[in-house]
C-alpha cells in the first residue's frame, strides 16, 4: 500500500544553516504530497504542498519539489531561523478521499 | 482558507469523568473528519474517521465505548472521552479534508487526567 518514509530525527541545527529534511513515499497511483509542520502544543498546519511531478510547493522559505523518479519529497530551506523549530511531517494524499498518510515527524531544534 | 476549530485547547478531569471534545469546520462543510491521537515526540495516530449522519469507522485497538464520536451536521463532529483514566491523558487532534486539497488540522486539545 501507500506509505511515507521520512528521515529520523531529532535534527539540531545553528541558525541561519542549510535544512534538509528527507522524505520518500510509495503509492500506486499519482499522489498529492504536503509537508505539515507542528509548533510545540499547536496542531498541524499544512506547510506546502505539490499536487504533480516537478511541481515544486513553497512557503515561508521552504521548498519542496515532486520528484517522480525518485519517489522523493525532500524539505529544504536556505537559511533556518530559531522560530522555525518544530515537527515536520511529510504526508501523502492518495486523492481518493479514502487515505492520508503521515510520515513519523522530524523534531527541528534551531539554536542561536 | 479552510478553517477547522477545536475546543478546547487544553481540559483537566479527574478521573472517571468524561470529556468532550468539539471539532468544526468554520468556512466549508465536512462530511468526513478524522480524530488522531498523539503522545509526546510521536506521530499520529489515526483513531477514527467520523462520518456525517452515520456511526464512525474505528482503528483497530481503538475502543468504541471508550471514545464515543458524534458527527451531528455537516460542521461538527465531536469525540468524548468517557470514563477516562490518567492513561487517556494525551493531545487529540481532529481534522477535515476540504475538497480533497488538504487535510486541515484543529489545533488539538490537550487532556490530562488526575
Known amino acids: 500500500g501507500d506509505s511515507v518514509t521520512q528521515m529520523e530525527g531529532p535534527v539540531t541545527l545553528s541558525e541561519e544553516a542549510f535544512l534538509t529534511i528527507n522524505c520518500t513515499y510509495t503509492a500506486t497511483g499519482y499522489p498529492s504530497l504536503f509537508w505539515y509542520v507542528q509548533y510545540p502544543g499547536e496542531g498541524l498546519q499544512l506547510l506546502l504542498k505539490a499536487t504533480k511531478a516537478d511541481d515544486k510547493g513553497s512557503n515561508k522559505g521552504f521548498e519542496a519539489t515532486y520528484r517522480k523518479e525518485t519517489t522523493s519529497f525532500h524539505l529544504e530551506k536556505g537559511s533556518v531561523q530559531v522560530s522555525d523549530s518544530a515537527v515536520y511531517f511529510c504526508a501523502l494524499s492518495d486523492n481518493t478521499g479514502n487515505q492520508f498518510y503521515f510520515g513519523t515527524g522530524t523534531s527541528l531544534t534551531v539554536i542561536p | 482558507g479552510a478553517v477547522v476549530s477545536q475546543h478546547p485547547s487544553w481540559v483537566i478531569c479527574k478521573s472517571g469523568t468524561s470529556v468532550k471534545i468539539e471539532c468544526r469546520s468554520l ?88
Not at chain 2, 49 to 59: F, W
Open chain 2, 27 to 114: 468556512d466549508f462543510q465536512a462530511t468526513t473528519m478524522f480524530w488522531y491521537r498523539q503522545f509526546p515526540k510521536q506521530s499520529l495516530m489515526l483513531m477514527a474517521t467520523s462520518n456525517e449522519g452515520s456511526k464512525a469507522t474505528y482503528e483497530q485497538g481503538v475502543e468504541k465505548d471508550k471514545f464515543l464520536i458524534n458527527h451531528a451536521s455537516l460542521t461538527l463532529s465531536t469525540l468524548t472521552v468517557t470514563s477516562a483514566h490518567p492513561e487517556d491523558s494525551s493531545f487529540y487532534i481532529c481534522s477535515a479534508w476540504p475538497a480533497l486539497l488538504a487535510l486541515h488540522f484543529g489545533n488539538g486539545t490537550r487532556l490530562t487526567v488526575t
